[in-house]
């Protein structure tokens, strides 16, 4: 191995929070979000990270949060504004690394999708509908819908997030904040999405969270990523079937070749597997982004 993954960071002293994937340092009414490469495959952790893939997508927000040109929580990512108590993890944050505004976060998962597949194919299987929106008969897995919709959910703190019709949404934020959300979250998802099909990915569905600071709704946390989203290569997409992720294929195929019952904690990923879902990241942020990857 070429490069050496950054699966946890420690940064003495400074109160941490970790999430699934990223280590968030609470600097007052600042964060320090770092994104680490640990990697989940059917929502587990595995024990395996895949090296740079955090770089790879603090780079992709990045780029978004300047292309959507939205209010956001980003500050800065150049690390070398700020004095850490550990100089030497230096060069292991660099790259993956976020200075936000800390703020209050609006407890609704604001989900937008494009096509139908997941939790969204499944419910509409059983329904016809997502989260209380009727959807036309004789749709396929992974069809594209007529316009985005939105479907929101709540975050939960273990285990999956539970999907909410727009209604309780309502009670639960009110309903002037969730009008605002929806029409924000469907903007940007519409704009992305059509900028990625240009590029040859689709972008099938994604979680925006938003959050509130001084009164004002701003977007935060990563941004149409692969973990935030469904990326499917364009050239491939076939619908009435499952389709291929653009980054974590060869890992749920090899997981799943495997044996693994994705009940008991997963196994290691081969070197083999390792690189060549790390050439994945890699590959969909520079296709994204017409940018080189800095730390190839
Ligand atoms: N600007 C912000 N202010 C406060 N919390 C934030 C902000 N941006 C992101 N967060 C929170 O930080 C966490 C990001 O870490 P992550 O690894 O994605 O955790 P999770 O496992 O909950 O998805 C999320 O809980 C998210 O809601
Ligand atoms: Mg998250």
Not at 52 to 72: A, Y
Not at 197 to 225: C, H, N, P, Y
Not at 241 to 257: A, I
Request: charged content about 25%.
């Amino acid at each position: 191995m070429t490069r050496e993954a950054v699966s946890e960071t420690t940064l003495s002293g400074w109160p941490l929070r970790r999430g699934k994937v990223r280590d968030i340092y609470d600097l007052g009414d600042r964060l320090l979000m770092v994104s680490t490469d640990r990697i989940s495959a059917f929502d587990w952790v595995l024990p395996t990270p895949i090296p740079d893939k955090g770089r790879v997508l603090t780079q992709i927000s990045d780029f978004w949060f300047d292309f959507l040109k939205t209010d956001n929580h980003l500050l800065s990512s150049d690390l070398g504004e700020i004095v850490l108590p550990d100089e030497s993890a230096r060069p292991s944050l660099e790259g993956r690394s976020m200075i936000v505004r800390k703020c209050q976060v609006v407890p609704i998962e604001c989900v937008v999708r494009g096509y139908l597949d997941g939790s969204g194919w499944k419910e509409y299987q059983q329904n016809g509908q997502v989260c209380g929106i009727s959807l036309p008969a004789g749709l396929q897995q992974c069809s594209q819908l007529a316009e985005p919709i939105f479907t929101p959910a709540t975050k939960e703190e273990t285990g999956h997030d539970i999907n909410i019709s727009f209604e309780r949404m309502v009670e639960i934020v009110g309903k002037e904040l969730s009008e605002e959300l929806r029409q924000r979250s469907i903007d940007i998802y519409l704009r992305g999405a059509q900028y990625a099909r240009s590029k040859g990915i689709l972008i099938a569905d994604t979680k925006f969270e938003w959050g509130l600071v001084e009164g004002q709704l701003i977007l935060i946390d990563e941004v149409l990523t692969p973990d935030s989203s469904r990326f499917w290569p364009a050239n491939q997409y076939q619908p009435g079937k499952g389709q291929p992720s653009f980054d974590k294929q060869f890992v749920r195929d090899y997981l799943t070749e495997a044996g693994w019952d994705k009940n008991s904690a997963p196994p290691e990923l081969p070197e083999e597997i390792v690189e060549k879902t790390r050439a994945k990241y890699i590959e969909a942020y520079e296709q994204l982004t017409d940018q080189t990857f800095a730390w190839k």
